[in-house]
């Protein structure tokens, strides 16, 4: 089993920035790729960027020059920079991992309990 524990969201007021951290732990063997989903009430919980084991990324079109995504390694952790915040922006945001827990076995799915992004003034 693999733990994933979010930190960082808060209250902000629009224009400034907040920065989310999220840590892996538990059965590592190698996690294939890490990101950060966010869900609005009524709404699917939708892909905010995600980073590859070997560092490429892919950010949501709506945060691309805001939000940067960023990995430490050997801590097993990620990062996602959030700046120039709108009050759209507001939701519960979800790290994610895929997790192979030894070469053999195909990577599974993890989710963090989510934490909560406010743009308000």
């Known amino acids: 089993q693999v733990q994933l524990v979010e930190s960082g969201g808060g209250l902000v007021e629009p224009g400034g920035s907040l920065r989310l951290s999220c840590g892996a732990s538990g059965i590592i063997f190698r996690i294939e790729t890490m990101g950060w989903y966010r869900r609005t009430p009524g709404k699917q919980r939708d892909l905010v960027a995600v980073?590859?084991?070997?560092?490429?990324?892919n950010l949501a079109d709506s945060v691309k020059g805001r939000f940067t995504i960023s990995r430490d390694y050997a801590k097993n952790m990620v990062y996602l920079q959030m700046n120039s915040l709108k009050p759209e922006d507001t939701a519960v945001y979800y790290c994610n991992a895929a997790v192979r827990p030894d070469w053999a076995t195909p990577p599974s799915d993890y989710w963090g309990q989510g934490t909560q992004v406010t743009v308000s003034s």
């Open positions: 980073i590859e084991d070997r560092g490429a990324t």
